[in-house]
């Protein structure tokens, strides 16, 4: 679906715009909502991350073992058929 960003300065440009979108089937999003919890853009609902998760521990796991973003893909992310 194609996208365009509209810039306004008069709060009444946007609630026209809310308008117009019930009648010509369009969607409005703010960069308000993008703070929100969840957000969809072209239809993938984008959640943000927790970051209260500790990764230090996989550290030890991934360091100093060589290993590149197309080795990961070639070996380990193939589809089984």
């Known amino acids: 679906m194609p996208e365009i960003v509209i810039k306004y300065k008069n709060p009444k440009t946007l609630q026209a715009l809310k308008d117009f979108a019930k009648y010509f089937d ?3 999003s703010s960069k308000k909502n993008m ?3 969840e ?3 072209r239809g993938v609902t984008i959640l943000p991350g927790d970051s209260s ?3 230090s521990e996989l ?3 991934f360091s100093n073992k060589n290993i590149d973003a197309k080795t990961l ?3 380990a ?3 089984r058929k």
Do not use: L
Request: charged share 40%.
């Open 77 to 79: 992310w193939q589809r």
């Open 35 to 37: 703070k929100e919890e």
């Open 53 to 55: 998760i500790d990764t």
């Open 39 to 41: 957000f969809s853009i």
């Open 26 to 28: 369009f969607v409005i």
């Open 73 to 75: 893909r070639s070996e």
């Open 59 to 61: 550290v030890d796991i």
